[in-house]
């Protein structure tokens, strides 16, 4: 739903996996790329989206856009795996526009077992780096220049955060 807000334009998914959100959004009303760091998910994606979006394999730590490049930039259920959470938050900020709208949706911990969760990350071969709360997530995106607009629980373990340049 918030994507959709977005009436047209520039849409980059971040961690895009097998392309489920670009395979529910309507033909033609977007200009849609997609990066996943796993050749497997990319060859998934162009398979479930054919032309209708470009994938490509990359690091989000170095994405493959000028800056300035995207109305929206969506990271669904893939940021909490970045090693280097900060250089990821930089990209993302690089190649929004300004005024342009980033969503981080990821999994929701609640705080009384966070902490415990991200110690177990390391000894988990899930690829989980960090779960982040609300301050966590807001603190990362502002030291960005990322303004934080609000973080909505979206069910019992997931939470979307809501930013813009």
Avoid at 115 to 123: E, G
């Amino acid at each position: 739903k918030e994507v959709r807000k977005t009436q047209s334009g520039r849409i980059l998914d971040v961690g895009c996996g097998n392309g489920n959100l670009f395979s529910l959004l309507p033909e033609r009303r977007y200009e849609l790329f997609g990066i996943d760091f796993s050749e497997n998910m990319i060859a998934e994606a162009r398979k479930k989206c054919g032309d209708k979006a470009a994938f490509s394999v990359a690091d989000a730590e170095e994405l493959p856009f000028e800056d300035d490049t995207f109305d929206l930039v969506v990271c669904n259920a893939s940021f909490h795996h970045y090693i280097h959470p900060d250089t990821v938050a930089a990209e993302m900020h690089r190649v929004l526009k300004t005024g342009g709208k980033l969503l981080i949706g990821d999994p929701y911990v609640p705080a009384a077992v966070r902490p415990l969760m991200n110690v177990m990350t390391k000894f988990s071969n899930e690829g989980d780096y960090h779960f982040y709360g609300i301050r966590e997530m807001k603190r990362l995106l502002e030291n960005h220049n990322i303004r934080w607009i609000s973080s909505v629980k979206t069910g019992e373990h997931s939470i979307l955060h809501i930013a813009a340049k």
